[in-house]
């Protein structure tokens, strides 16, 4: 294991990590992304992210880089109403 990636993890397990979150309204979805060591990486991958969700036909695509450590990477929320 590559010592950034030591570091991302670390950070990841203190909640400390970057982490992209993907918001679409067709499919009302919540994406994370990550993790990232610093918000300047995962600013760079951002459009990354936004180019594969529009591929897939996805609909009002708002992203937000923050530190937080989501529980699930992927939240559907069609389903949980």
């Given amino acids: 294991m590559k010592t950034d990636e030591i570091w991302t993890n670390a950070l990841d397990f203190l909640g400390q990590a970057w982490w992209v979150e993907v918001l679409t309204t067709q499919p009302r979805c919540t994406y994370y992304f990550g993790p990232f060591g610093g918000a300047e990486l ?8 936004v180019e594969d969700l529009q ?27």
Avoid: M, W
């Avoid at 996805?58 to 109403?81: F, G, M, S, Y």
């Fill in 42 to 49: 995962a600013n760079r991958a951002v459009s990354g992210y």
């Fill in 55 to 81: 591929s897939e036909s996805a609909q009002e695509i708002k992203t937000q880089v923050k530190r937080c450590q989501p529980n699930r990477l992927t939240i559907e929320h069609d389903l949980e109403d």
